[in-house]
């Protein structure tokens, strides 16, 4: 009688700690479902680059030889453009707030209708110097991209030179001047002249006062 007694008090006390094995297998085997699905998101994800780059190669089979199109050059030098983009608003900001652009506008007696918006009025000084500005630096780019340095990284793929592995949603995060870390730059730049543009846009006010804004006007 008291085995059997002591069986029955002790039986409980397995049951409850069969129940916590169970309770806790079972969160693992959640927790593990719960990253495996994480994986295959991502993998997914980062398969969706990977494909997209495939297919442009195998439509365009010249253009991607040479670079052109969907490859980790292009957007490379996309974001180098976006970096240099917001380099030139903020000393474009600076030099408005410090009264280094001319004020007024073209005079029609020299520059006639070159100098017009289309009507009868005339562009200002101040978007005549930064035009002119864009301009000079658009030759500069060209230049760059069809006939560079020696030391200067192209932009085209030499014959046989193949492209750079596709970076994926969220490249390799390493510090310092290395390539992830310069993609990353190039990301957040795309990412922030986009979101400058569509501010501007939806709110009717003019992108360098967006931007002096969201500095916290410093600028001006």
């Given at each position: 009688?008291?085995?059997?007694a002591?069986?029955?008090v002790?039986?409980?006390?397995?049951q409850?700690?069969?129940?916590c094995?169970t309770?806790t297998?079972?969160t693992?085997?959640s927790s593990?479902?719960?990253s495996a699905?994480?994986s295959?998101?991502?993998?997914s994800v980062l398969?969706?680059?990977?494909?997209?780059?495939?297919?442009y190669?195998?439509?365009?089979?010249?253009?991607a030889?040479?670079?052109?199109g969907?490859?980790?050059?292009a957007?490379r030098?996309?974001?180098r453009?976006?970096m240099?983009?917001?380099l030139?608003?903020?000393?474009?900001?600076?030099?408005?707030?410090?009264g280094?652009l001319p004020?007024?506008?073209?005079?029609?007696?020299?520059?006639?209708?070159?100098?017009?918006?289309?009507?009868?009025a005339m562009?200002?000084?101040?978007r005549?110097v930064?035009l002119?500005?864009?301009v000079?630096?658009?030759?500069v780019?060209?230049?760059?991209a069809?006939?560079p340095?020696?030391?200067q990284?192209?932009?085209?793929?030499a014959?046989?030179?193949?492209?750079?592995?596709p970076?994926?949603l969220f490249?390799?995060?390493?510090?310092?001047l290395?390539?992830?870390?310069e993609?990353?730059n190039c990301?957040?730049?795309?990412?922030?002249?986009?979101?400058?543009?569509?501010?501007s846009?939806?709110?009717?006010?003019p992108?360098?006062d967006?931007l002096?804004i969201g500095?916290?006007k410093?600028?001006?």
């Open positions: 009688m008291a085995f059997v002591s069986s029955s002790i039986r409980p006390s397995v409850r700690t069969s129940l094995r309770s297998f079972g693992r085997l593990n479902a719960v699905r994480s295959v998101t991502m993998s398969s969706v680059f990977t494909k997209a780059m495939d297919e190669k195998n439509d365009y089979p010249a253009f030889a040479r670079g052109w969907a490859t980790v050059k957007e030098w996309n974001g453009h976006a240099f983009g917001f030139v608003l903020v000393l474009t900001g600076y030099c408005k707030g410090h280094l004020e007024g506008t073209l005079d029609v007696s020299q520059w006639g209708t070159l100098g017009s918006l289309g009507d009868t562009i200002t000084k101040e005549a930064i002119v500005a864009h000079h630096v658009l030759i780019s060209v230049a760059a069809l006939a340095f020696s030391f990284d192209k932009l085209l793929l014959p046989g030179e193949e492209d750079e592995e970076a994926g490249p390799p995060f390493k510090l310092g290395t390539k992830s870390a993609l990353w990301r957040v730049a795309m990412l922030g002249l986009i979101a400058l543009v569509g501010c846009v939806s709110t009717g006010t992108v360098l967006v002096n500095l916290g410093i600028l001006y």
